[in-house]
C-alpha cells in the first residue's frame, strides 16, 4: 500500500494545469475531501452528490452506482464544472454522475485512475489516503 500526503497532494495540485472552473462537485463519500481540496485551490464553490456503490470493504452492492443526493440542475448552467472523486478503477460512478450532467460543461478529476486529469497516474497500487 502506498501513503499519499496532503503536501504530495497540494504539490500535485499546483503543479497541474487544471481548466477553467467554476464549480467543483465532489463524489461522496470518497470524493468529498479531494473535490474540497480541489475546490480550495482553484477558489470555487463546491457542491457535493453522493452515489451508493461500494460498501466498507470495497464491495460493490449494487450492479451500478445509485445516487442519493444531487444538486438541483438549473444552478449548474451555463458553469464549467469539475467532476472529483477519489479513485476510478472501473469507472462505473463517474460515469453514473455524467449521465445526470449531459449537456453541460463538465471534466472530471480523480487522485488515482481514470478521468480527464488524474493527480497519481503513477500509481497503481491501493493508496493510504490521508484523510482515512
Given amino acids: ?22 464549480l467543483v462537485i465532489g463524489i461522496g463519500t470518497g470524493g468529498v475531501v479531494p473535490a474540497s481540496l480541489v475546490a480550495f485551490h482553484l477558489a470555487c464553490e463546491l457542491q457535493i452528490i453522493t452515489l451508493n456503490y461500494r460498501d466498507e470493504n470495497n464491495t460493490p452492492r449494487y450492479e451500478n452506482p445509485v445516487i442519493v443526493n444531487m444538486p438541483e440542475m438549473p444552478s449548474l448552467l451555463g458553469k464549467r464544472i469539475l467532476l472529483v472523486d477519489d479513485v476510478s478503477v472501473s469507472g462505473k ?29 503513477d500509481i497503481k497500487d491501493c493508496v493510504k489516503w490521508p484523510w482515512k
Fill in 1 to 22: 500500500m502506498v501513503s499519499v500526503s496532503f503536501t504530495e497532494i497540494s504539490e500535485r495540485l499546483r503543479s497541474m494545469s487544471l481548466p477553467e472552473t467554476d
Fill in 93 to 121: 460512478t463517474l460515469n453514473e454522475a455524467l449521465l445526470h450532467f449531459q449537456g453541460l460543461q463538465i471534466k472530471t478529476l480523480t487522485m488515482k485512475g481514470k478521468a480527464d486529469f488524474v493527480l497519481f497516474p
